[in-house]
């Protein structure tokens, strides 16, 4: 930390080369005692220390929701949402994923949480003005291998899905070229990824939007039950990761979660349960998402033209601006659909 | 009659006075600066110094002179009564168990797991405390400090929104039109201030700033944070370098509270605890932390209820309320389709309890 860059004086700043405080958060960790004895200046001299240190650190005042809600504020809100892809759901999710936070996306396996998520890595790639943010994605495999058949059949029936955009658009974009995948079998890996190569696509723009399958792979088998506090610091050390990542790049970031089993359903402390599963990984990662989805799969079927396929239901568990809602979803060839209220009742038990 | 040495002095300072032979603030009384720089070696600026200090610790410690006059308990009821109004929510529940609305000039955490509306008070109280006084509310602005990212705008705008048409409905007098005119949700946007940090550090910082800007924008009523132990949870290997960073932080809030006659809100998460075999839930950042705000709520669940009970409080008896979130923001279970009136609170001798106007 280069002290002459704050506007100090030069009394001030030989005291703090003196006491060895290399950088701003040395200076706003210690009380204003503490820092009195260690520099050996006057509590004015440390006063004027603590505020230039602050002033270099926040270096803009508060800001009038107004200038957010006028689009005036890019720093701190864009208001941008990435689409799911799908009218209806984008109706639940209010536009879509929020830009700036970690989403989670939990549900038994067959639910179709990897189907919405490979979605996802194609709906970012359209422009804003359809939903997408003009970037690719990443997708971070923990478990099975990624399905690359499947992606390709989602991106050939595009045009399908996506009946709002002009086909002349959907075929001048070359969805496998931005999809970004990466297999990481433990945690160190993982690391490596996040730290590294993760934030060199996020800074050259070629990608905006991080999918993790799963957050729970790694975190449930590499720990013994004992650990639970070590595990609880890795928890912890990630989803900070994600979080800078999400904040200092505007990007979506969805983790997707596995389920356990409720025992004891008078345990309500995340709210009432609509199934009897609840996300993994309990209350230390619950604490670190902002936006909770459920995906579920019901014993129903719903038919289309020759399409067969199990009826889900997204839910949103918690989310800052949207309320405990769901729509019924079936996966068809071309992705994840709602269904609207006319195609519920082709619904067959 | 205080020993030099325990005033906030550089030690430089000190042991040149204590070397000159001042050892206690009466040896140091009816100095001049020049006088005082002369026989103890100091320079101009040093001794000035010095004896402000002095003035300052003698007028507060003896009552004598200066601004810190003793207060009696009674002046202290009716400035409170005039001055710090409470900010009354749209949950007339929440209002009653808080004895009048969320008092201005102390501290107040609100604790609860993920999901349960955390979050979502404090966006509501974020609207409320902007309502106009001739309505019962302070007419205040606000500073929200988030550093989860959770305040989303378009949920900001909903209860903005749901605010004003309340007041709209209850508006019965001219001087009640009047004031409609500027609440509206523009102008409820425009007393809202943001600040988005996203570590601890950023947050200190911030709150060492905070008290500049409070100065410059004295209608501040309420500073929420949300959430402090988001930031504090987090790469923390030194966790009595935690408590006390915690510690100083609570000061600092209690001090802008009652300097600033602000109302500060602050959330916090929950954690598990394991006593004897048994897990329990209690609110995360420990034991100490829990001594620093005057007010705790904590929301919870109750199968599919939500309910707030408050379990610390200096004036109110241990409640619980029911609550919900709807789309207008933060309300009452089970609320009437009336809006009720709330009349604003005029000083007499009778409780505050029987001035409202409640119908439902």
């Known amino acids: 930390m280069d002290w002459h860059q704050l506007d100090l004086s030069p009394r001030i700043t030989a005291a703090v080369r003196r006491a060895k405080l290399k950088c701003v958060q040395d200076v706003l960790c210690v009380s204003g005692l503490d820092l009195q004895r260690l520099t050996g200046l006057s509590r004015s001299d440390v006063q004027q220390l603590i505020t230039a240190a602050a002033t270099a650190c926040r270096p803009h005042p508060p800001v009038p929701a107004l200038l957010l809600h006028r689009g005036e504020c890019r720093r701190l809100e864009s208001g941008l949402r990435l689409s799911v892809g799908c009218p209806v759901l984008d109706e639940l999710l209010r536009g879509g994923l929020p830009v700036g936070g970690v989403t989670e996306l939990s549900g038994e396996s067959g ?25 690719g994605a990443v997708y971070i495999c923990t478990e099975d291998v990624f399905p690359s058949s499947r992606l390709q059949q989602l991106i050939s029936d595009q045009s399908c899905l996506r009946s709002d955009v002009p086909p002349t658009l959907i075929s001048r974009l070359q969805f496998s070229d931005h999809v970004y995948i990466e297999h990481t079998a433990d945690l160190e890996s993982l690391q490596v990824c996040l730290s590294r190569r993760v934030p060199l696509l996020l800074a050259r723009g070629a990608v905006r939007l ?7 792979a790694l975190f449930r088998c590499e720990f013994q039950a004992s650990d639970w506090l070590e595990r609880t610091k890795q928890l912890l050390s990630f989803s900070s990761t994600l979080h800078h990542l999400s904040q200092e790049f505007n990007t979506p970031v969805l983790c997707i979660n596995q389920v356990t089993d409720v025992f004891n359903s008078s345990d309500d402390t995340l709210g009432p349960l609509s199934s009897n599963v609840s996300p993994a990984l309990g209350l230390a990662w619950a604490n ?19 399409q067969r396929s199990a009826l889900r239901r997204l839910e949103v568990v918690f989310a800052p601006h949207l309320a405990r809602d769901g729509r019924d979803a079936a996966v068809w060839r071309e992705g994840v659909r709602g269904l609207t209220g006319s195609e519920c009742t082709d619904v067959q038990h | 009659m205080r020993p030099v040495s325990s005033l906030s002095l550089s030690p430089s300072v000190k042991v040149r006075l204590v070397s000159a032979g001042f050892r206690f603030t009466s040896d140091l009384r009816g100095l001049k600066p020049l006088q005082l720089s002369k026989e103890a070696s100091l320079s101009q600026p040093e001794a000035l110094e010095v004896l402000q200090t002095v003035r300052r610790v003698v007028g507060g410690d003896e009552g004598g002179g200066g601004a810190s006059a003793s207060l009696t308990a009674l002046e202290l009821l009716q400035k409170e009564e005039e001055e710090l109004r409470s900010i009354v929510t749209f949950s007339s529940q929440l209002d009653a168990a808080l004895g009048g609305g969320l008092p201005v000039g102390k501290t107040i955490e609100i604790c609860g797991a993920p999901g349960v509306g955390k979050t979502q008070l404090c966006l509501q109280l974020a609207v409320d405390v902007q309502v106009p006084s001739c309505f019962g509310g302070v007419g205040g602005q606000m500073v929200y400090i988030d550093t989860e990212g959770s305040f989303l705008l378009q949920r900001v705008v909903d209860i903005a929104t749901a605010g004003v048409r309340h007041c709209s409905l209850l508006a019965e007098d001219d001087e009640q039109r009047v004031a409609m005119e500027t609440f509206t949700v523009e102008t409820i946007l425009s007393n809202m201030f ?11 910082a911030e709150l060492h700033l905070l008290p500049g800007f409070l100065s410059a924008h004295p209608r501040v009523r309420l500073l929420v944070i949300d959430s402090v132990a988001f930031v504090f949870r987090r790469l923390f290997d030194d966790l009595s370098q935690r408590t006390r960073l915690l510690n100083d932080l609570a000061q600092q809030l209690i001090a802008m509270a ?3 006659k602000m109302a500060v809100v602050i959330t916090n998460q929950m954690t598990t605890r394991l006593r004897g075999g048994q897990s329990q839930l209690v609110p995360a950042l420990g034991e100490s932390w829990g001594h620093a705000p005057a007010i705790r709520l904590l929301l919870h669940w109750v199968g599919p209820q939500r309910m707030a009970a408050i379990f610390k409080s200096p004036a109110h008896m241990d409640s619980t309320i029911q609550y919900q979130i709807t789309s207008e923001g933060f309300r009452d279970a089970n609320q009437c389709e009336q809006p009720q009136s709330k009349r604003p609170r005029r000083h007499t001798n009778q409780p505050a309890a029987s001035q409202r106007v409640t119908s439902c």
């Open chain 1, 288 to 306: 670190q998402v902002m936006v909770r989805l459920m995906m579920r799969r019901l014993q129903e079927t719903v038919a289309r033209g020759n």
């Open chain 2, 194 to 204: 943001l600040v988005r940090c996203h570590d601890y550090v950023e947050l200190l």
């Open chain 1, 111 to 135: 639910a179709g949480k990897t189907q919405l998520a490979l979605q996802l890595c194609l709906s970012v790639q359209y422009p804003t003005q359809h939903g997408g943010l003009n970037s």
């Open chain 1, 210 to 216: 991080l999918v993790v399958d799963s957050v729970a």
């Open chain 2, 258 to 260: 009652t300097r600033h």
